[in-house]
DNA sequence: GTATTCCAGCTTGCATGGAAGATAGCGCTC
DNA sequence: GAGCGCTATCTTCCATGCAAGCTGGAATAC
């Protein structure tokens, strides 16, 4: 049973190069990180260390650690003697990711908009053209095209703050909403307002407006909160 | 030997109590952060894992994942077959730290307000008397008493939203910044100040007027951090 | 004296086995 | 038939062994 069989025929995790030294906790972590955010693990879902460590290849000792790592992040959480259970999201835990989202977010576009203005304009570029590209996903009606965009606009005015605290923050919750985005993506409407404070955003960091970039950035995610909290509480969805 | 795990355990979702299991990885957890926040674990001291297992009378494995916990809390870093590094803190992580704590702590005392009459009332009273204890400090010349205070008066603060992802980003945020915030104790000016500002934070929620609570918290931390920031500079303490 | 090479002793990464706790099902008692 | 207790078995927890990588210093060549 001492299997060094390593990749275990399937494919790997897109964009992710393990070019670089690659141990098995960190394979472990992706791997387990990648199959809860598509769902192969779905939530409530209580599997054993040692079945995820035989469909890995590897022992349960790395497994073990990754599920720490994970459980730390909040996905997961290990009940001592019984399995790694696949953690659940409920709307509750919706309205704190938001809040959490509100805080976090409106101070990044405040401080980018506090930025000289040669950043700013290159901030404001960068974010401008994501908009473009939910735009013309919009038209063609193509929603996980919008999806990605919507995300990467986020992302990268996180990122532009260079704050690694922030980021690693919002890339936690991110995981943790991931799911809960996927399925209402089909439901949401206010596509067209979201564009519209997404330029809006854009713009008040090319103005150089902190005090409005904040606004402008927290509207934007009341409005969404608001939208997506009641759709999840009509369609009745305790756990996603 | 034996460490004393001291009383503040991290804490999970809201509803789930009577953990009071005991694992050596909890114990080796407590017991490193808190000889890290005592700096008996001095920055940039490097351990080997061998050697703090043998100090907490257990073997590797435990003081291995408790690593791995404190290395995601960001208070170590975990090199690859070198050992433990206790990670330093630079003016720069302040300036992060603040950021995290303006954008959080804002939307805190925000929603706070906007709570019921009676839980705004509830609340503003502890706030209140937190305060009114910084005050007898503040008249005593008692420094760590007044810091003490002002610690419990932002943790209540935190604790009153009940967002259990707010509270453990702010454990973590101070968990991090406990040592400038002791060191710096000492320097600083605006006290006065600093209790105006938590009276007003008070009434803002009492009146339950959000906006302005959101407004003043900002500015208590935005205040607090301009005063700290240059003391870290002119002292030119690199890491703390 | 200086530079280079090599090795001994450190470190963690990972596998594995034993121990203890939790659970479900079976058999026994009433 | 219903309730209770025991046990078989599953799980994680932790200790330990082995392997591999890194480092510092000694020994050698020049």
């Known amino acids: 049973m001492r299997a060094q069989s390593r990749g275990s025929e399937g494919e790997r995790v897109p964009g992710e190069e393990t ?18 955010r598509d769902a ?10 040692q079945e995820i460590a035989l ?14 790592r994970l459980q730390e992040d ?21 309205r704190e990711i938001y809040d959490v989202i509100i805080g976090i977010e409106g101070r990044a576009a405040e401080l980018i ?19 473009t590209a939910m735009e013309e996903a919009h038209a063609r009606a193509d929603l996980p095209a919008w999806g990605e965009a919507d995300g990467a606009f986020h992302n990268m005015l996180i990122e532009h703050v260079r704050n690694g605290r922030m980021s690693r923050i919002m890339h936690t919750i991110n ?5 809960a985005r996927m399925l209402t993506l089909n439901l949401r409407r206010g596509l067209d307002a979201s564009i519209a404070e997404h330029r809006q955003i854009a ?16 509207q934007h995610r009341l409005r969404a909160r608001d939208e997506l909290l009641p759709l999840l509480a009509s369609y009745g969805l305790k756990h996603l």
Chains 1, 2 share one sequence.
Do not use: C
């Open 175 to 179: 995981d943790q909403s991931h799911r």
């Open 55 to 68: 469909r890995l290849g590897m022992s349960r000792t790395p497994v073990h650690e990754a599920a720490i």
């Open 113 to 131: 908009a506090a930025l000289p203005s040669a950043e700013r304009a290159a901030a404001a570029d960068a974010l401008d053209s994501w908009t």
């Open 19 to 36: 070019e670089k030294r690659t141990s098995l906790v960190d394979d472990a972590y992706a791997a387990m990180r990648a199959n809860i």
């Open 40 to 49: 192969t693990f779905a939530p409530g879902y209580q599997a054993s260390e």
């Open 203 to 218: 713009q008040t960091i090319r103005t150089g407006d902190p005090d409005a970039a904040l606004a402008a950035a927290r």
């Open 74 to 94: 909040g996905l997961v959480r290990v009940l001592p003697r019984k399995g790694i259970l696949i953690l659940a999201l409920a709307p509750d835990d919706m």
